[in-house]
């Protein structure tokens, strides 16, 4: 099972990135997936959800409006288009894989990628 992000980096405040993670190794389109980011000193907080078939999102109401995600099931690819940066944005972005089996919880995570907001 990999997870792997990619597109992250430095960009001014106001800028714009966009995030993908490429998924191998499981069933993609069985499974939600997830953006979580840490900023230094900060506890994982989970920013961004899509269901397996792509048909809801969620977002922290620090993100909304500024982050929209997507999936491309054909592709094994999530992405996160993130706008309207600000420096709090600056964090390490994971993204996770998750799907529950009755009892069981199956969960995968990628290394994570730095994004960093700031002129």
């Known amino acids: 099972v990999q997870l792997v992000e990619s597109g992250g980096g430095l960009v001014q405040p106001g800028g714009s990135l966009r995030l993908s993670c490429a998924a191998s190794?499981?069933?993609?389109?069985?499974?939600?997936m997830n953006w979580y980011r840490q900023a230094p000193g900060k506890e994982r907080e989970l920013v961004a959800t899509?269901?397996?078939?792509?048909?809801?999102?969620k977002y922290a109401d620090s993100v909304k409006g500024r982050f929209t995600i997507s999936r491309d099931n054909a592709e094994n690819t999530v992405y996160l288009q993130m706008n309207s940066l600000k420096p709090e944005d600056t964090a390490v972005y994971y993204c996770?894989?998750?799907?529950?089996?009755?009892?069981?919880?199956?969960?995968?995570w990628g290394q994570g990628i730095q994004v960093t907001v700031s002129s």
């Open positions: 899509i269901t397996s078939a792509g048909g809801s999102t």
């Open positions: 190794g499981f069933t993609f389109s069985s499974y939600a």
């Open positions: 996770q894989a998750a799907r529950q089996s009755g009892r069981l919880e199956y969960v995968y």
